[in-house]
């Protein structure tokens, strides 16, 4: 009896560990990122290639420059709302990277948390680029998603921005 105890309990306790790391399956033409370093998790098109560091994670059109990166880091002792970190953002990049056009900037939601997004354009060196940027606030990280394209090929991508933006769940 006390074997068969302990069995089941170990048994149990490896389908909790296994159902722990296994990721849902992503929809046809997908695939799922995670990395180990950060607490999330989402859908990007299956072809687009992945590079993972311990803050970010980037994925690439194929036949473009377009990419989506998604960054993490953790606030420290600043207790920042979404709307003032963002108001700051929005003045450090204009100061390292020039004029921030922005199109849009709106309140929303990631994965159920507050968050905004910021359409914008900006030059750097020569080259134009259109971007939309996603920011929020978890216990005390930042959380960004940024997805940035040539004004010729943003529309293209788009739809990849939107499916990671949809499909982002935090673990």
């Known amino acids: 009896m006390k074997k068969t105890a302990v069995s089941i309990l170990l048994i149990f306790t490896l ?3 296994c159902s722990c790391s ?6 046809n033409g ?3 990122v995670t990395n180990n370093a950060v607490d999330f998790r989402f859908e990007c098109p ?25 960054t ?8 920042q709302a979404v709307n003032e970190y963002f108001d700051s953002y929005k003045k450090a990049f204009t100061s390292a990277f020039g004029k921030m056009n922005v199109l849009s900037d709106e309140e929303t939601k990631l994965d159920s948390v ?10 750097l060196v020569d080259d134009k680029y259109k971007s939309d940027m996603l920011v929020c606030i978890r216990n005390g990280v930042v959380y960004t998603i940024t997805y940035t394209a040539t004004p010729d090929t943003y529309d293209t991508n788009h739809k990849a921005f939107n499916h990671v933006k949809n499909t982002f769940i935090f673990k």
């Open 15 to 17: 389908l909790a560990l």
């Open 22 to 27: 296994v990721l849902p399956k992503a929809k």
């Open 30 to 32: 997908m695939k799922s």
């Open 46 to 70: 299956a072809d687009w290639e992945t590079t993972r560091n311990d803050a970010m994670i980037t994925v690439k059109a194929p036949k473009d420059n377009s990419n989506i990166s998604i």
């Open 72 to 79: 993490s880091f953790d606030l420290g002792k600043s207790n």
């Open 114 to 123: 507050p968050a905004r997004k910021i359409t914008y354009t900006n030059t």
